[in-house]
């Protein structure tokens, strides 16, 4: 197989390290990262020839557009978290500039990141989160609605992670995983709780198996017009869906901790008690408690194209998490 240009933003971030990590060791492509500070890229950028580091700012994307229009493939995963101007700049008007300067006639393939949090039951946009979302949220629904006017539309894959797992002493950690040690401090509570909810979560590692994959077998071949029934230009990522309850019985064996009964925690007392202690929330969070079940049709995982999954439960994430199990 004939060596790929990949162009790629959003190296330096948890997801972008697995993939920066995965693309160098285990291909021989030429690879382009877009960092604004490499002083943050953990991986080893000197380990082969092909490499070549990009120094700059995703709002200055014009100054790369020759280059862009050499490009084969494009991983776009640059995001911007906080602040309206920065974030819908960098996740809507440059990442849609992006495509614009790629060759239509030259680029196989655009693996475009966007969240789950767009997406309704049925995998399509939800409403709610152009309305209710956060900046980031917002911004991830604009730019998945204009992706269909670009000419390079038909190349476009755009991956909706779930919950993100990931992190290690050479790579960011994603928000969830920072959790996890809090998660176990309240086990000896959360053990008598039940509640109704559900989700999906992948870790960084199986997110760039997935991209490797695709970067090799481009889904919009015509050898691969669909996968698991979805249309191919847009893949929830995840592994199969986890209720809250099973998440809470996954943690109490892993620390040895026995489940005698649990008190259902309602949504109605949820609520009230928001009402009553007049906690403040955003209007995301408190869609985000009435929602409940954030699930989605076929999501893709490494094993969905015969990969072994790194990460496929949630005991599994204890474990790597370096959680003592008892």
């Known amino acids: 197989?004939?060596?790929k240009r990949i162009f790629m933003t959003g190296a330096s971030g948890c997801i972008g390290h697995y993939i920066a990590e995965a693309l160098i060791q285990d291909t021989e492509h030429d690879l382009f990262f877009l960092v604004r500070n490499p002083s943050k890229l953990k991986f080893d950028y000197e380990a082969r020839p092909g490499i070549t580091i990009l120094q700059g700012d995703l709002r200055q994307i014009d100054?790369?557009?020759?280059?862009?229009?050499?490009?084969?493939?494009?991983?776009?995963?640059?995001?911007?978290?906080g602040g309206q101007q920065e974030t819908f700049d960098v996740n809507v008007v440059k990442?849609?500039?992006?495509?614009?300067?790629?060759?239509?006639?030259?680029?196989?393939?655009v693996l475009y990141f966007s969240t789950a949090s767009v997406l309704d039951r049925n995998n399509?946009?939800?409403?709610?989160?152009?309305?209710?979302?956060?900046?980031?949220?917002?911004?991830?629904?604009?730019?998945?609605?204009?992706?269909?006017?670009?000419?390079?539309?038909?190349?476009?894959?755009?991956?909706?992670?779930?919950?993100?797992?990931?992190?290690?002493?050479?790579?960011?950690?994603?928000?969830?995983?920072?959790?996890?040690?809090?998660?176990?401090?309240?086990?000896?509570?959360?053990r008598w709780l039940k509640a109704d909810g559900s989700f999906h979560f992948i870790h960084g590692r199986d997110i760039a198996q997935v991209v490797q994959y695709l970067v090799d077998h481009p889904l919009n071949s015509e050898l691969n017009p669909?996968?698991?029934?979805?249309?191919?230009?847009?893949?929830?990522?995840?592994?199969?869906?986890?209720?809250?309850?099973?998440?809470?019985e996954e943690v109490c064996a892993y620390l040895g901790k026995k489940i005698y009964f649990r008190f259902p925690l309602n949504l109605w007392l949820a609520n009230f008690l928001i009402v009553v202690f007049r906690i403040q929330m955003a209007a995301w969070d408190r869609f985000s408690i009435n929602y409940r079940h954030f699930t989605y049709q076929n999501p893709v995982n490494p094993g969905t194209f015969g990969l072994s999954t790194y990460c496929p439960t949630f005991t599994d994430i204890?474990?790597?998490?370096?959680?003592?199990?008892k």
């Open 318 to 325: 204890l474990k790597i998490s370096g959680i003592p199990r």
């Open 63 to 81: 100054r790369f557009g020759d280059l862009l229009k050499t490009m084969d493939v494009a991983i776009l995963a640059a995001t911007a978290w």
């Open 124 to 190: 399509q946009p939800l409403k709610e989160a152009a309305h209710l979302g956060t900046e980031y949220i917002r911004s991830k629904y604009d730019c998945l609605a204009r992706l269909s006017k670009l000419a390079i539309a038909p190349k476009i894959t755009a991956l909706f992670p779930t919950l993100v797992l990931g992190g290690d002493g050479n790579k960011p950690y994603s928000h969830i995983s920072s959790g996890i040690a809090d998660v176990v401090k309240w086990a000896d509570l959360i």
């Open 1 to 3: 197989m004939n060596p």
């Open 226 to 248: 669909e996968v698991n029934g979805m249309s191919t230009n847009r893949l929830v990522l995840g592994n199969k869906r986890t209720t809250v309850n099973q998440a809470v």
């Open 95 to 109: 990442t849609i500039r992006s495509m614009e300067l790629l060759n239509p006639k030259v680029c196989q393939q």
